[in-house]
C-alpha cells in the first residue's frame, strides 16, 4: 500500500520560502506513469493545484503560482519537495502531496494527510 | 484563465438521487479531460471516487457514478445517505499539461 507523508515546518515568516517534502514508502518515486504532486487548501476553501513532477525531472507548475513554485525530487530517498517562495498570508493554507496515475488517464490515487503551513511573524 | 465550474451547493434528500457537474467557463468537458472526482470531508484529505470520467475508484460504492451530460462531467449519487454529505470536487487535465480543480460542490443529505 502506497503511502505519502508531508513533513516541514508549520510556520514560515512573510518574505521567506516554504519548504515541504513528501516521503513515499509503499512503492518507488522513480515508476514510470506518476506525476508526483502539490496540492493546497486555503482554510475553508477548495482545492489549488499547484504543480506535479515526474520523477525523470519534467514538470508542470500552475500558471498563477508558477514564478514561485519549484517541486524537486529526490529518488535516493523516495521523496519530492516543494518550495514557495516570497510568501505571504495568502499562502496560508493545508498543503497535501498527491501521487497521479498518468498513463492513459489522469488522477490522484494516494494523498498525504496534509500539513498546516501558516505565513505568519 | 482556464475556469472548472461547480455547482456551490446541493441539497439532497436520503435515499434519492443527485447529480453534481463539472463545467469549463470556456468550452466543453469532454473524456479527454480525463475528469475524476474527489469527495472531501472536513478535516480529511480527498478521497478519490471516480476517474477516466466513470471509473470507480476501489472500494467506491456503486451507488456513485460518472458520465458526461452534454457539455459536462458528471457525479451521480444514486440512493444518497446521510454519510455523503460532504465536499466534492472534480478535476480536469488540460491539454497543455496543467491540471485544474472545480470549485467544489457542499452536498447536504436532509
Known amino acids: 500500500q502506497v503511502q505519502l507523508q508531508e513533513s516541514g515546518p508549520g510556520l514560515v515568516q512573510p518574505s521567506q520560502t516554504l519548504s515541504l517534502t513528501c516521503t513515499v514508502s509503499g512503492g518507488s518515486i522513480s515508476s514510470g506513469a506518476y506525476y508526483w504532486t502539490w496540492i493546497r487548501q486555503h482554510p475553508g476553501k477548495g482545492l489549488e493545484w499547484i504543480g506535479h513532477?515526474?520523477?525523470?525531472?519534467?514538470?508542470y507548475y500552475n500558471p498563477s503560482l508558477k514564478s514561485r513554485v519549484t517541486i524537486s525530487v529526490d529518488t535516493s530517498k523516495n521523496q519530492f519537495s516543494l518550495k514557495l517562495s516570497s510568501v505571504t498570508a495568502a499562502d496560508t493554507a493545508v498543503y497535501y502531496c498527491a501521487r497521479a496515475y498518468s498513463s492513459g488517464y489522469y488522477f490522484f490515487d494516494y494523498w498525504g494527510q496534509g500539513t498546516l503551513a501558516t505565513v505568519s511573524s | 484563465q482556464t475556469v472548472v465550474t461547480q455547482e456551490p451547493s446541493f441539497s439532497v434528500s436520503p435515499g434519492g438521487t443527485v447529480t453534481l457537474t463539472c463545467g469549463l467557463s470556456s468550452g466543453s468537458v469532454s473524456t479527454s479531460y480525463y475528469p475524476s472526482w474527489y469527495q472531501q470531508t472536513p478535516g480529511q484529505a480527498p478521497r478519490t471516487l471516480i476517474y477516466?470520467?466513470?471509473t470507480r475508484s476501489s472500494g467506491v460504492p456503486d451507488r456513485f457514478s460518472g458520465s458526461i451530460l452534454g457539455n459536462k462531467a458528471a457525479l451521480t449519487i444514486t440512493g444518497a445517505q446521510a454519510d455523503d454529505e460532504s465536499d466534492y470536487f472534480c478535476v480536469l487535465y488540460m491539454r497543455s499539461g496543467i491540471v485544474v480543480f472545480g470549485g467544489g460542490t457542499k452536498l447536504t443529505v436532509l
Open positions: 477516466s470520467t466513470n
Open positions: 513532477l515526474y520523477y525523470s525531472g519534467s514538470n
